[in-house]
């Protein structure tokens, strides 16, 4: 089974809507992928009816350990409670949290939130800021293992934090289409089975 777990599309700061999403990553012969749109879940309301491959419910949340300042971003799966997810997310939508000037959601708050609307919480690409730490110190599901900017060393790190805290492991590109600084494609990064030991908990929404 080929999943992807992390794509931004249009809506918040991807150069590609839903539709086009879902076509790619059908072509790229992906079982599973999950549209992680950055403190929105408006993306949800355009996912076909009968789309070709499965589309599981994602989101991305701008957060922050309130006691460090240290960024942390949240991605959120499975969950069933959209409207609670977007009551806490309007206000960084609002708040103009995508330029990097306003406060962000507390990260404890983010992951709790996202387990009350039934859902799964993942510390997303720890490599890109250094917050590992925070893997032992929320009550994270999982955390996520292949992704463009998680190095070799950051991997070990991370199978570390996973093995110490029995968390998941997970994976995507991270793609943005054009707007990607470096190139990736839709299912360049993968959350596979081989590296998850709880796979199929994560996809069963």
């Excluded at 072509?27 to 993306?43: F, G, R, S």
């Excluded at 708050?109 to 690409?125: E, S, T």
């Excluded at 839709?186 to 596979?192: A, H, K, N, Q």
């Amino acid at each position: 089974m080929k999943a992807d777990l992390h794509i931004h599309s249009v809506i918040s700061d991807g150069s590609n809507t839903v539709s086009e999403i879902i076509d790619m990553a059908y072509i790229n012969k992906l079982d599973t992928i999950a549209i992680t749109d950055h403190n929105t879940v408006e993306h949800l309301r355009q996912i076909p009816s009968n789309p070709k491959i499965k589309v599981i419910t994602g989101i991305e949340i701008s957060a922050i350990d309130s006691q460090t300042g240290i960024r942390a971003d949240i991605l959120g799966y499975g969950f069933k409670d959209i409207e609670l997810i977007e009551k806490t997310t309007l206000p960084l939508i609002q708040n103009g949290c995508e330029d990097f000037n306003h406060n962000y959601i507390d990260v404890h708050f983010a992951v709790d939130v996202i387990k009350k609307a039934g859902g799964l919480a993942v510390l997303a690409h720890p490599g890109r800021e250094k917050n590992f730490y925070l893997a032992g110190k929320a009550l994270f599901d999982g955390i996520e293992y292949n992704h463009p900017e998680n190095s070799n060393v950051d991997k070990r790190i991370i199978e570390m934090y996973a093995s110490r805290y029995n968390l998941l492991l997970t994976g995507g590109s991270d793609f943005h289409g054009e707007n990607n600084i470096e190139p990736v494609n839709i299912g360049d990064y993968l959350s596979t089975q081989h590296i998850s030991r709880a796979f199929h908990i994560l996809l069963a929404s």
